[in-house]
């Protein structure tokens, strides 16, 4: 059965990093493009940044850019947000979603197979 589960959320200074992980079991995260999404209270779920399997292309959402990298460790078979500069703003759930597509919009969620169940990160001000 495919489940990616997410971990490493929490509480954290704004200014201050963090690091999720995304593991993936009964699919292989090399052949997907695995992207993060995030949802905050009384908001929509958002693109945060994804990471294509066809010529290692990534995308980022522009309020993350420049602060958050997205990588993968094909071997271990999961995937990371590396999350830097944080800021207040930046508090949701944070959810890790993949699909077999490797090309096309990013930020639709409709477009991925497997989703996460989610890991809380908290930035306090």
């Known amino acids: 059965q495919e489940q990616l589960v997410e971990s490493g959320g929490g509480l954290v200074q704004a200014g201050g990093s963090l690091r999720l992980s995304c593991v993936a079991s009964?699919?292989?995260?090399?052949?997907?493009?695995v992207a993060w999404f995030r949802q905050s209270p009384g908001k929509e779920r958002e693109f945060v940044t994804a990471s294509s399997w066809i010529g290692d292309r990534s995308d980022y959402a522009d309020s993350v850019a420049g602060r958050f990298t997205i990588s993968r460790d094909n071997f271990k078979n999961m995937a990371y947000l590396q999350m830097n500069s944080l800021k207040p703003e930046d508090t949701a759930v944070y959810y890790c979603?993949?699909?077999?597509?490797?090309?096309?919009?990013?930020?639709?969620?409709?477009?991925?197979?497997?989703w996460g169940q989610g890991t809380q990160v908290t930035v306090s001000s």
């Open positions: 009964g699919l292989t995260l090399r052949l997907q493009t």
């Open positions: 979603a993949s699909r077999k597509r490797g090309l096309g919009d990013y930020s639709s969620m409709r477009t991925y197979d497997y």
